[in-house]
């Protein structure tokens, strides 16, 4: 009996091994346990992968559609196909939010080549004041009307960054040091995507009425539009002036991002100072991306890159970006977005018009 009574203590300590973790086959040091805690992320980034494609053949197709814009609607429709559906949100999940993450922050890194300082020069400084006073005003309005209209989470701050700075690019530049839930993350991208893919029809028709020359509609359309596909779809229509004078707004307006992801990490330093864990790792004043992103900007401005090289670092943004934002699409659920979609309407149309205002008297005070 003493003999029975050991083989089956000896049993039992040997399954706890097993089963604990950190300790033996349940290891994380062991192949077994890091196969058994790590999903792959393979089958998410080439369902990502996919949907780029299946993107760039969309733009291609419609050109007047930005590749960027069709991917978060092609990412959005994804989490909703019957067919497709039950991948996207079981094997897909885990490469998916990779994408939405880490591709992000490349894409963001490789967007500072698009801007050199010369750039900026050239505008004028009263250019600048007016599209920083126009980033100002759109961000803190849109915080504010958030905030009285009870949008839950991180939404107010993260629509609020979408529509004043880049679109899609900068709340996920934002959502990374803040910790957003995905969830937030994913209305916010789908709204200001929304609302970027109707100025595309909506303001070349305001051009003639609102007493615009070209140069000025250009303007207008890069200190108002948010993603940078669209400000190109939206300005084109106008012609190669308006075109040239959207992207340089525009581009002074990404600029923003690196000061504002900054100021995000001090609030989220001193949110955590009064409940930080001792030995927790505190998040850096400037993350890695940003640091990235403002290298990109200052080898541009060198003016040493080849055309070619340019060239090949944009087609490189954008189909990273694309991947992310396809990631981000398939993020929301359209029946939870429809449990607040009056409240983040509102908000958005809101934002839109503080936007548009703000963009079309700064450029009549400039030009």
Known sequence: MALLGERVRSSRATSSRATA????RGSAN?????????????????????????????????????????????????????????????????????????????????????????????LGWATVAMVAGVVTATFFGTVWLGRKLGLSGDQPVLIATGYSICGASAIGAVSD?????????ATSVALVTLCGTLAIAALPLLHQPLGLDDGQFGRWVGAGVHDVGQVVATAQTA??????QAVLVKLVRVMALAPLVAAMVVAVRRRGSADAVPGQKRPPLVP???????????????G????????????????????????LGSAVHLPSLARTGGRVAALGLCSWIVIAAASYGGVLLTT
Do not use: C, N, Y
């Not at 973790?21 to 033996?24: A, E």
């Not at 012609?239 to 040239?244: I, S």
């Not at 890159?305 to 396809?326: K, N």
């Open 21 to 24: 973790p950190g300790g033996g």
């Open 30 to 122: 062991g192949p077994v346990g890091t196969s058994a805690r790590r999903p792959s992320r393979l089958p998410g980034l080439a369902l990502a992968a996919l949907g780029v494609v299946a993107a760039s053949a969309v733009h291609l197709l419609v050109p007047a559609v930005p590749m960027l814009t069709a991917a978060v609607v092609l990412g959005i429709a994804a989490a909703h196909l019957p067919g497709i559906r039950g991948l996207v949100h079981g094997l897909a999940r885990p490469g998916l939010t990779l994408a939405g993450k880490r591709l992000m922050r490349l894409g963001i890194v490789l967007l500072g080549l698009k801007l050199g300082l010369s750039d900026v020069l050239g």
């Open 177 to 185: 040091v803040r910790g957003s839930e995905e969830r937030d993350v």
């Open 239 to 244: 012609g190669p002036d308006a075109l040239g």
């Open 288 to 302: 890695l991306f940003v640091l990235g992103f403002l290298a990109m900007v200052a080898l541009r401005t060198t």
């Open 304 to 327: 040493r890159l080849p055309g070619t090289a340019l060239d090949g670092a944009a087609w490189v943004q954008e189909v990273l970006l694309a991947a992310a934002l396809f990631g």
